[in-house]
């Protein structure tokens, strides 16, 4: 890592390692807010910030996020994890606590196209991502050189028609215990249901298209047949339907009748690389909580 | 009309008394730009402005937008019009010329919403929208008053199921020649085939999505459902295929979780207005061509 | 007021016959959110939505907003006035309640150019904006027909350099204690501090540029002077400094060198309208606070 | 370069080898378009693309841009060159012609935020940016290993207070004729006016806001503090007036309150990447014309 780095890395790690954030969806009463807050009062959190969404007042679904500090995290956290199952019955939360110091490992997915890949190295280089990439995947070998100047392994595992699951279950040999989610960075393979199974919304994926508009292959083709005024892309949790998953982000250009598919693509590149890069960001941070097949992000 | 507009129209109608605009469409080739401005230039016009667009410079298709001045305009123009069948037969072309100072007659359709309706109005009464609105049809009685408030006459022609055919004949009936297009301000019937006809490509609806995105129906509820970040609205002239015919201009807004159906519709309902104004003006000023299913806006 | 927008209306008086809203601004520190929403629940008080700022975790402001329901407006909301003092004090808060049935009373001030206006006029109309509109009021007559045919008072108070000061005094009488806030809707005089001194924080501007690019006069021209490729609007609280306050609300557009000044202003009144409706709404929903000279947003 | 990009560059030096263009400013006058149009078809030339603008139809500048295709580059592009020198006289003519084969070299300043930098390499790598980066010149030595990994002279010239003439001498010296255009990709030094001289209209810069807002330093600083709703990049030619040269593009993204000093150079980094890469891209495609202190782009 180049030495002007290390300086916004260590910030971060330092303002991480007290850090923690609590996530809840439960059916909406009164007293929610209430209830929680004065827990975490109690316990000595310090709340940093804190949002919520309800779906509908009356009867609908209560989505909360609050980041906290605590003065000695490795004591007062499990405590706290303990404590909180007595709040959380009362009012039949969904709840999951994170320190922000513990960094999620990421396995990077990738096929020939690489403005993605490198997008995401190069945050993640200057601290803007902070996680572990703990490895990236690939079926072809063209990026390998690349990834490793990063320090970062690189598996070459091709995948064809006959070999897909194959392909897959060395995939998941590779990743074994040692990754916590999972990005697509223009992986140009369908992943199999089975696979999804184990990192549930945890696989990002970004389509290259406004969706749910050009579903499937070669979106900038059918939008530049369809004559649209305005190009996209769309990061998305990963579900057995197709494009189909919750979707995280989205960000879109303005193009014209003089653009064509070539000129699509190379816009497109950049929208993709920094709707990915927004999603996955959002994902670190604990800001994300899916409910149904929508997401709620707390950015 | 306030007065406060008065100069601002009386000012846009001096500067079109000599214009006139050339819309071109052929088989690309060599020297078609050249013969073209040769031709204007041995008759007197002065080029104002000029556009073109190649699809594909080896075989394509090539588009061409002039828009000139002439001394004497009534004069002038009808001997150009004379000679210039000759440039077009050499290089097969398909061409209009316009007279900028003869404005366009519009009528406009409407159902229940009338914020399309309102911006339409107040463009036009602003100096804007340089046409003559020559009548607002509605299926509903509601927004007369408004309407006849503008000094423009109110067709009240209600539709149901079974009376769509007569509804439609009479709709033809108040327009008969009094109307070079129509624009569908949220109007929320689906006109027939045999309607479109009589219009090709001089109809233009708001479809309240960014399409191809939600076709059809409850476009806000279906994006709702669907948890896009994004929504957008989509004006296109009105062919057979529903929501399916040749897109102008599109726009979008960010939208949240937070934001439910209702609020959806009411942030829509701004990106409507401004996009639909925005397509009805380039009609206005002659800056749309039309190939396959696809525009070509020289704006 | 046409019958369509009756039952919009009817639904949003309703939705806020019990809900009012808290904004509590106060130095951080532990415990906060606890003691406030512990106290809400503790009176019946349903937190329908909360959000929360805060400058900095050390030693920073805070600031929070709830809105919540109510079972019995009139007999509870007075007794959480009253007992609130108590947690107000303990956390040095400054803090206000505001019932959403309450309808804030606006005076739109305007000179020549009606687009801004007619926007506010058309939002409220169609119950976008939960307002009264107590009057319009301008140093020109042009727009009287426009405002009385919604049925709201038209005050023409000429302003001259001569005059200015009589014109204030003539302004504040008709004012009188009628309005709650007031609306500068492209209104083209300076106003003087003294005036504003009578509405701190409740006059809000529509500049025609992006602030703090083109203060002052012209700023249209200006932009087409430098060449920008991108234009807005701003709209801000108004403060003794021209053009100086805290900024509300801020968008854009893309231009290029093909607009002139003409164009430029005609494409900006699209963003002027629609930025302004947005802060005014914000402000009637009680979304805002004030800072020194900046504002937190919550929307 | 990673295998996978040779194709891309391929095919884009094969599409060049026989393109031209001319950009060509003037006086208006009737005839121009048609002269040249005509003067390029007599020389062989087949127009790919034209573009003009007319700042003001009676006695304004004119701009046009012609790409055309040649079928003996080498023999017939000396002779046009020759020959219009006729026209240009007859309608007092600043021009210019390109061919499209012979790359641009480029020299790219940088201190010590990379992020600029390695757009350029990565858009640059992938055949994204037609040109031939000649040399990095930086005032650190912190990016040396990055930059020559891509194959490319690394010059480290220190700048302090004192050693400024010394050093823009050193940078003189690297650059001898190397190099044909300048590329400050956040370069915290001042470039002397001497300096300047010797590329006029061929040092791009970025600014980190979006001017004439926030000129000089710590452009996100004083965003932060004006309280801001958008925050920008520009990139502009550099002139002897700080930040003050021709725009030639600028961008922007919404912030809110929630943004801190450090989270806005952050969210600026995508805009200010982006931003430049565009107009880097535009100025080697020889699509901008600079007059007085504005720049025509035709992209």
């Known amino acids: 890592m180049p030495a002007q780095y290390n300086s916004v890395v260590a910030a971060v790690n330092n303002k991480n390692a007290n850090r923690a954030r609590m996530l809840i969806s439960c059916p909406d009463r009164p007293g929610i807010v209430s209830a929680v807050s004065q827990f975490l009062y109690e316990h000595g959190a310090n709340i940093i910030q804190s949002d919520q969404y309800t779906m509908d007042p009356e009867g609908g679904m209560f989505f909360i996020r609050f980041e906290f500090e605590l003065k000695d995290m490795d004591r007062e956290l499990p405590v706290i994890v303990e404590d909180f199952t007595r709040v959380a019955d009362r009012f039949d939360m969904k709840w999951h606590t994170f320190r922000a110091s513990r960094k999620k490992r990421i396995a990077i997915f990738v096929s020939k196209e690489d403005h993605c890949l490198m997008e995401l190295l190069w945050q993640w280089q200057s601290g803007e991502l902070d996680a572990d990439i703990s490895m990236v ?45 999972i990005v697509l960075a223009r992986y140009m393979q369908i992943v199999s249901p089975k696979f999804i199974e184990q990192f549930p919304n945890r696989i990002i994926n970004i389509h290259h298209s406004f969706l749910p508009a050009f579903i499937g292959g070669k979106p900038y083709a059918q939008a530049y047949q369809r004559g649209v005024k305005i190009i996209g892309a769309t990061a998305h949790y990963v579900t057995e339907e197709l494009d189909g998953g919750p979707i995280i982000e989205q960000d879109v250009q303005r193009v014209t009748h003089r653009h064509n598919v070539d000129e699509l693509k190379r816009m497109g590149r950049t929208i993709e690389k920094v709707v990915l890069a927004r999603a996955v960001k959002w994902h670190l941070e604990d800001r994300i909580l899916v409910h149904q097949n929508k997401t709620v992000v707390f950015n």
């Open 137 to 181: 995947i690939s079926n072809h070998n063209d990026m390998r050189e690349q990834v490793e100047s990063f320090g970062i392994p690189y598996h070459h595992i091709p995948v064809t028609a006959d070999t897909k699951a194959e392909a897959e279950r060395k995939q998941i040999e590779v990743i074994a215990d040692k990754v916590d989610m």
